[in-house]
Every structure is written in structure tokens, then in C-alpha cells.
């Protein structure tokens, strides 16, 4: 490398330009890195695992209220607020398929938090799912819906087994 070659990039002629340059650069590099880092955890909410670990029924003998383990591997917080869950006994469903308001619960990045869903039990099914709840497990399926990074997902639910 010349003498002037290496002048030049140790002192360039338009310094406001390359003052800019770098600028721009990293105002480009601050703003697209948290836009990735959200949609990456948008894109990886179908990771978001959802597991039933408890159910009864309520005093009033028309809810479920049902324990569902919330684990979020994203890089991310997300925020559920409802869930629209239904619950099978074998074949036969019976939730009544009723959306499912509950307190909105932040599940921080990499961490689990249990919430519990008051799921309306079918007009009829009440004592099949008393007795559900002492002697085989339900399948519960649906969806929970929450924010990250602003954006709005849907976690899928599906676990349990149901014996028959």
C-alpha cells in the first residue's frame, strides 16, 4: 500500500461524508437488530410449548378450571390474555367452546409461568367431567392468544391424551 493510499484512509477528504456513512450505519444496525430479534420470536412461537398439569371442577359445577404450564424458548416476553381451549373426553367434547378471558400473564423469555383457564363445561356433561377429573385425563385443544414484540400469535394447545 502507497504512502497516499494509506493517507487517504487514515485521512479522508470528506470527513463529514464518512462521518455520515458510519452514522447511518449504525443507526441502520440499532434499529434492524431488535426488528429481527421480533420477528425471530414471532416466527418461533409455534415453540412455545403449552401442557395441561391440573384440573377440577369449580364449586358451581360448571367450570374446568384448568392448569396449563406456559414454557417460551423465543428470545423474547410473550403476553397471553385469552384462549379459546376445548376439552375432550374421548370423542366427545365437553367444554362448551366459549373463549376463555383470564388475567393477561407475561411469560419472559427462556421461562415457564402456570396459568389457569375457567373453561365452561357443556350443558349435560357436568358429572362425565366430575368424573373425568378423578379417573382419566381429558385432550385439550386450541389456542391461547398473545403479543410479541407487538405482534400478535396464537400458541397452539394440544396435550393430554384421554383415555378412554
Excluded: C
Amino acid at each position: 500500500m502507497s504512502a497516499s493510499t494509506a493517507r487517504s484512509v487514515l485521512r479522508p477528504e470528506r470527513p463529514l461524508l464518512v462521518f455520515v456513512f458510519v452514522l447511518v450505519s449504525l443507526v441502520t444496525v440499532w434499529l434492524f437488530v431488535p426488528t429481527m430479534l421480533g420477528h425471530a420470536a414471532v416466527t418461533n412461537a409455534d415453540n412455545v410449548d403449552v401442557t395441561a398439569t391440573d384440573a377440577r371442577v369449580t364449586d358451581d359445577g360448571r367450570t374446568l378450571a384448568v392448569a396449563f404450564q406456559i414454557h417460551n424458548p423465543t428470545h423474547r416476553a410473550i403476553s397471553v390474555s385469552a384462549a379459546l381451549v376445548h376439552v375432550y373426553d374421548g370423542d366427545a367434547r365437553v367444554s362448551d367452546g366459549t373463549t376463555t378471558p383470564f388475567q393477561r400473564t407475561v411469560v419472559p423469555a427462556g421461562e415457564t409461568r402456570t396459568v389457569t383457564l375457567g373453561i365452561g363445561i357443556r350443558d349435560g356433561y357436568e358429572e362425565r367431567v366430575r368424573q373425568g377429573t378423578d379417573d382419566r385425563g381429558f385432550r385439550y385443544s386450541g389456542k391461547l392468544r398473545g403479543t410479541i414484540a407487538d405482534r400478535t400469535v396464537d400458541v397452539d394447545v394440544d396435550s393430554g391424551g384421554g383415555k378412554r
